[in-house]
């Protein structure tokens, strides 16, 4: 076993503190990473606290992982010793069912691994996330990262930049479509910038006026403030997509008015209660209210190399691991620009 320091969550109530434990020695076919940056994603802040249920303790967060390989084994074959690698929001899954064989593991209909907050294949070892030093990790659930970027804002994108492209690419939306992206936070900031970086005419549906400078310095072709009843009624049947982001309790049917007929609205914010929808804003023009999670292997390897070729980036603070529970409490107060990073190397 590999003793490795972190920080975990003993309970719900508690602020994280550190964590010693072990991870599994390299098998043959894993890779073992030295953790250098770790995003911190407003699920963290979920989970930690309990608001989705079922959570596991000691929790130790953490899915937005870039690092260095520090070890493989003898049978590994993407990866060397020194290589750039990511890990996202999942370690592993049964790599059988429907759904694992078309590369959307994330849909796993057997058993998804977490990377955190969950368990292994055999359902009673747990799973201990980013907030750490070290991991490892099968090499097929692993992500190649191209070496000349900055890693602090490469992390985000193993979960806030696979969230808003694998919907963008599953619904096609680019050259021509009107996209709205609903938040400018972690994920929104990503869905205005990959939308684009795609062709879409991009505006943030916001509720916060004075973010419209920053909506625009992201890319963003136009800015609505939600709580403007003239601005709701001229973008009234205008989005062809709109991108919620948002993972606080709003209400969709206002949001669903701003579709033109057969638009989607595409849901990947998880707010923590169910919000009422009513018929009539989706039958009324043959609306569309979808959601979408994550992305598979294929496709995240797919996004990063994307995101590389285009030198698109998360907009981050990077922080030491002490200020965890403080940016925790920051996050809530949306005071971040636009996704907290851990520098491991304060563990």
């Given at each position: 076993m590999i003793q490795t320091r972190g920080y975990a969550a003993q309970?719900?109530?508690?602020?994280?503190?550190?964590?010693?434990?072990?991870?599994?020695?390299?098998g043959a076919h894993d890779v073992l990473i030295e953790i250098l940056y770790c995003?911190?994603?407003h699920s963290d802040l979920h989970q930690v606290r309990n608001e989705w249920g079922g959570s596991i303790y000691p929790m130790v967060p953490g899915h937005e992982i870039v690092g260095r390989v520090s070890k493989v084994g003898d049978q590994v074959t993407k990866f060397k010793e020194g290589d750039f690698a990511g890990v996202g929001c999942f370690v592993d899954s049964c790599r059988t069912c429907p759904s694992c064989q078309e590369g959307l593991e994330q849909y796993c209909e057997v058993h998804n691994v977490g990377t955190y907050n969950s368990y292994e294949l055999d359902k009673k070892t747990p799973t201990y996330g980013g907030y750490s030093s070290q991991i490892v990790v099968d090499e097929k659930y692993t992500l190649k990262i191209a070496p000349d970027q900055d890693m602090s804002r490469v992390a985000p994108l193993l979960c806030a930049g696979i969230t808003t492209y694998s919907?963008?690419?599953?619904?096609?939306?680019g050259k021509g479509h009107k996209l709205g992206v609903v938040g400018l936070g972690g994920l929104g900031h990503m869905g205005v910038k990959l939308g684009a970086s795609m062709g879409a005419e991009v505006t943030v549906l916001s509720t916060s006026p004075n973010k419209?400078?920053?909506?625009?310095?992201?890319?963003?072709h136009k800015f609505l403030v939600t709580r403007d009843e003239d601005q709701l009624k001229e973008y009234r049947n205008y989005f062809d997509f709109i991108l919620d982001?948002?993972?606080?309790?709003?209400?969709?049917?206002?949001?669903?008015?701003?579709?033109?007929r057969d638009g989607t609205m595409i849901l990947v914010g998880a707010p923590p209660e169910p919000a009422p929808v009513s018929?009539?804003?989706?039958?009324s023009r043959r609306k569309r209210l979808v959601g979408s999670m994550i992305g598979g292997i294929p496709e995240t390897q797919e996004m990063l190399d994307y995101?590389?070729?285009h030198n698109i980036l998360s907009d981050v603070e990077v922080i030491p691991i002490a200020q965890i529970n403080e940016a925790y409490e920051r996050m809530l107060r949306s005071d971040v620009k636009y996704r907290f990073v851990i520098d491991m190397a304060t563990l």
């Open positions: 309970n719900a109530e508690n602020p994280l503190g550190p964590f010693s434990f072990a991870r599994r020695d390299v995003g911190v994603c919907p963008l690419r599953q619904w096609q939306v419209e400078a920053d909506a625009r310095a992201l890319g963003a982001t948002v993972s606080a309790p709003h209400n969709l049917d206002m949001y669903l008015s701003l579709l033109r018929g009539f804003s989706l039958i995101c590389a070729q």
